[in-house]
């Protein structure tokens, strides 16, 4: 139902009820919900394209933009290609950006993006598409700030489609979409598809370089180390 609707028939049940001043105190609390909901969780007609010529939706969460799918692009954004790498010990041994789809099917990509190394995601070329980046961690802490208690349900898809029960607290009112894409192992295997997803950060190592969703928990994680440099993480962008 929409903000104004939901306005309308709150007024008229004010004027239709005895007890006034009780349904006015709830007019004002509805209106504040509205408010707070309109001003941090405005989904809007704004889109990304990279140089692939995927597109993606976005939303606003507060002050920043979120694209709310995974990236999918198999080059940066000067048309240089990023390798696509399906053997282990080649995955494992990349000292440039790689990409791969979980478990090697391509058929994953359409629902959970493709998974890039660190490199990728850091390349001086831009993996994002044009006017936009990988967001730093202090951008994903902004997005936490906003979000306030259990960020992590909020963000999380709903539903047990693609994640794993118990998909804890997940409501995504965020209009984020997160989806449990696994990742895949500095060494080359896969895993935690349907468990939990993934995200770089431009952050290097000395704080936070990735943030993590989980089936069984609330919050948003985080993580980081030199030995995750070879790892392979779903990326969303931010809008510059």
């Not at 290609?81 to 494992?92: F, M, Q």
């Not at 370089?209 to 993480?233: E, I, V």
Request: net charge neutral; charged share 20%.
């Amino acid at each position: 139902m929409k903000a104004a609707t939901l306005m309308i028939i709150l007024k008229l049940s004010i004027m239709k009820k005895e007890n006034g001043y009780l349904n006015f105190r709830l007019l004002l609390v509805v209106q504040g919900l509205i408010l707070i909901n309109s001003c941090e969780y405005e989904e809007g007609p704004i889109t990304a394209t990279d140089i692939d010529g995927n597109v993606y939706h976005a939303v606003i969460i507060g002050t920043q933009v979120w694209t709310i799918e995974n990236l999918k692009t198999t080059r940066y954004r000067n048309g240089d290609p990023v390798s696509y790498v399906t053997n282990n010990t080649e995955w494992s041994s990349l000292t440039e950006g790689g990409y791969c789809f979980y478990n090697n099917m391509e058929g994953n990509k359409k629902t959970y993006g493709s998974l890039y190394n660190w490199y990728a995601a850091n390349d001086s070329r831009n993996i994002a598409p044009e006017g936009w980046h990988v967001p730093t961690d202090a951008e994903w802490q902004s997005l936490i700030q906003t979000l306030g208690p259990l960020e992590g349900g909020k963000l999380k898809e709903a539903g047990f489609n693609h994640w794993a029960i118990p998909n804890s607290y997940a409501n995504n009112t965020a209009r984020f979409r997160a989806l449990p894409g696994g990742y895949r192992l500095s060494h080359g295997s896969f895993s935690d598809l349907s468990y939990a997803g993934y995200w770089w950060t431009s952050t290097e190592f000395d704080s936070v370089d990735f943030r993590a969703l989980y089936h069984n928990k609330s919050s948003l994680g985080s993580k980081g180390g030199s030995d995750f440099r070879t790892a392979g993480f779903s990326v969303r962008c931010i809008k510059d």
